[in-house]
């Protein structure tokens, strides 16, 4: 599952597009940028963002697909971040910087 879309890497199939949504909004939890995309079987494709996160998703998605009920995941998806476009990511602290 190694095939390229653009400069994404797939990492895996999800059944449906609730838990489709709900993994990406762990992996965005995990700052791991991602896309889970409809695949014309009705499945959907997760598609990371950049190959050195790939195992990391990988990992994740296998956990996911132990559990998908895990609470973890459900506190994920309750507290995502608003969405941007395709890619969801989230967002970094900032220091204030003293003048």
């Known amino acids: 599952m190694l095939l390229a879309n653009g400069s994404m890497r797939l ?3 999800i059944s449906n597009e609730t838990n489709a949504k709900a993994f990406g909004d762990y992996l965005t939890s ?5 896309s889970p995309e409809p695949e014309p ?4 494709a997760v ?4 190959e050195d996160q790939m195992e990391a998703g990988r990992n994740a998605l296998a956990t996911f697909l132990a559990n998908p009920k895990d609470p973890k995941f459900q506190r994920a998806s309750a507290q995502k971040p608003p969405r941007s476009g395709a890619a969801r990511r989230r967002p970094k602290a900032t220091m204030p910087v003293a003048s």
């Not at 995990?30 to 991602?34: A, F, K, P, T, V």
């Not at 079987?41 to 959907?44: A, F």
């Open 47 to 50: 598609w990371v963002h950049s």
């Open 11 to 13: 990492i895996g199939l």
């Open 41 to 44: 079987d009705g499945q959907w």
């Open 30 to 34: 995990l700052d791991i940028l991602n």
